[in-house]
């Protein structure tokens, strides 16, 4: 069965987050939207390129009210260690979002995206009442483009507030469409 539409599952436990421990769980992020994302593993190859563009883009999210967390089977000391590894040395250097540790995979088999012993890439918008309105899940070796994520996150956003639905490629600024015969109309016509 699919979550989207259903309450995210709980999860709880130690994070990396400015160079030190911290716990963390799904209660934190009430009335807050929640970018929720899993990676396969600290030290890898694809991973830092997503790690990085995620906090890159974090003052985007939190321009709309959105928080991002990411989530791997990793302990949260390997964590600390990727965050306290500069950028130019193939770390990803500190980070403005925390990092979960995962070990054993609970979190990632809740969420459905426990591959053996690692998490493929899934990404889960939560809406602040704690609904999962998206979820997206790469294969291991495809990299996600997290200007999509953004996007999807204020389409989730805009259908909330104002009745309408996102027709095909629509962008934020955009109208969206009436959820009605002649809404579709509006739109392909």
Known sequence: MSIIGNKAPHFEGAAALEGEITNISLEDYKGKWLVLFFYPLDF????????VAFDDAAADFKAVNAEIVGV????????LAWTRT?????GVGEL??????DLGGRVASA???LNGDVALRGVFIIDPEGTVQSA????????RNVAEVLR????AQYVATSGNVCQANWQDGDEGM???LDGVKSKIS
């Open 96 to 101: 403005s979002y925390p990092l979960l540790s």
């Open 178 to 180: 009436a959820a009605t």
């Open 136 to 143: 997206t899940i790469n294969f291991l070796p495809i990299g």
């Open 44 to 51: 890898t190859f694809v991973c830092p390129t997503e790690i």
């Open 152 to 155: 999807t996150l204020k389409a």
């Open 72 to 79: 791997s089977v990793d302990s949260v000391h390997t964590h």
């Open 111 to 113: 969420y459905d995206v």
């Open 86 to 90: 500069p950028r130019e040395e193939a």
